[in-house]
């Protein structure tokens, strides 16, 4: 049985910073690609990161881009998500996901329906 568990999260002021890790069981991910996406009340699911799976290549929403930055151990079977200059309109509960596929695209990887598994999310709440 596949799991994906995140951690990490937490309440954090404005300016601060995060690290959010996924940790894989049940089959290893070592050849697909990892991502982070969020969702705050009342609004859909965003892609926040991807990343490829030799760790090459990344992607990253605008809204992240020189804040966040995710990373990955596939010796640990681990994703990260490092989080700086954190503002209040990143709180959301983050979510971690991996893919199938063995192809990645940038619109590939941006959109939900590119991965099969999902971690059950962690709550990341910036106070202003």
């Known amino acids: 049985q596949v799991q994906l568990v995140e951690s990490g999260g937490g309440l954090v002021q404005a300016g601060g910073s995060l690290r959010l890790s996924c940790a894989a069981s049940g089959r290893t991910f070592s050849r697909n690609a990892m991502g982070w996406f969020r969702q705050a009340p009342g609004k859909e699911r965003e892609f926040v990161a991807a990343?490829?799976?030799?760790?090459?290549?990344?992607d990253y929403a605008d809204s992240v881009k020189g804040r966040f930055t995710i990373s990955r151990d596939n010796a640990k079977n681990t994703v990260y998500l490092q989080m700086n200059s954190l503002k209040p309109e990143d709180t959301a509960v983050y979510y971690c996901?991996?893919?199938?596929?063995?192809?990645?695209?940038?619109?590939?990887?941006?959109?939900?329906?590119?991965?099969?598994?999902w971690g059950q999310g962690t709550q990341v709440t910036v106070s202003s």
């Open positions: 990343i490829i799976w030799s760790g090459t290549t990344t």
């Open positions: 996901a991996a893919s199938n596929s063995r192809y990645y695209s940038t619109p590939m990887c941006s959109s939900p329906t590119y991965y099969n598994y």
